[in-house]
């Protein structure tokens, strides 16, 4: 393939990009995206001089860095006039990708829908690029209600029917995270799990058996929706209750 671009970008994967061009615009990318660890002069290897110091997001050799800097790379090629494409990837898609069916306007609905605080615009603005494009790295300091976000995007996605993860640095964030969750009108109760050192580490699992033999795990915090549109948590089942077969048939389709 003959290409005009300096640059052209693709998807190694999830996690990396790479920088398919010239040595020298490895070179001249990479002091934006390296940065000193402050504490690093009482680590060993530096003392012993076999580390600088200093941590390199973009690797010279490869041309991979991280996927959630796409927007930062963009911004430092344009400040040195170098042309880029993207090149998608069979397996893993375009490296920028754009999600038609997000609007701000719905978003700035659905973040007033779910939650009693009101969000602020620059709340809204992180939100909305992060579903737009699927995906974002978002910088904000602290006290400028980064919970909130967070929390809108793991709303929408558990709506969607998917899981989320969310990864803390300390034990003490676990439980403030899960505080604000519940404090912003979430039934933390039931869709979240909090997972340290010190908890239990798996969730509560039921099974139930129907009458034709077929057996279905639920988290124990699951809704089952009974007959006579009546709604129990799995973990507070009893023999006696009686789950409207439509509904499990729907859900396990």
Request: glycine share 6%.
């Amino acid at each position: 393939m003959i290409t005009m671009s300096d640059v052209i970008i693709e998807k190694k994967n999830e996690v990396h990009l790479k920088l398919h061009c010239d040595p020298h615009i490895l070179y001249e990318l990479q002091p934006y995206f390296t940065f000193e660890v402050e504490s690093a002069k009482f680590m060993s290897q530096y003392r012993s001089r076999h580390w600088d110091g200093k941590i390199r997001l973009l690797s010279t050799h490869t041309g991979e860095i991280y996927v959630g800097l796409l927007d930062k790379i963009i911004d430092k090629l344009t400040l040195h006039n170098y042309t880029y494409e993207f090149k998608e990837n069979k397996f893993y898609g375009q490296p920028f990708e754009i999600n038609d069916m997000i609007s701000f306007e719905g978003v700035k609905d659905y973040m007033k829908s779910i939650c009693s605080h009101s969000p602020r615009d620059y709340q809204i603005d992180g939100v909305y690029d992060a579903l737009k494009h699927n995906r974002k790295l978002l910088i904000s300091p602290t006290a400028s209600g980064k919970s909130l976000m967070i929390y809108s995007l793991a709303r929408y996605y558990v709506e969607k029917g998917q899981k989320i993860l969310l990864v803390v640095p300390t034990t003490s964030l676990v439980e403030q995270m899960y505080k604000d969750f519940g404090d912003y009108g979430w039934d933390v109760e039931s869709y979240c799990h909090r997972i340290y050192s010190g908890r239990e580490k798996n969730p509560l699992w039921v099974y139930v058996t129907t009458e034709d033999g077929i057996e279905y795990k639920f988290d124990g915090n699951q809704t089952i929706n009974l007959i006579n549109n009546q709604k129990k948590l799995a973990k507070d089942l009893k023999e006696t209750d009686e789950i409207d077969d439509r509904w499990i048939l729907s859900i396990k389709k």
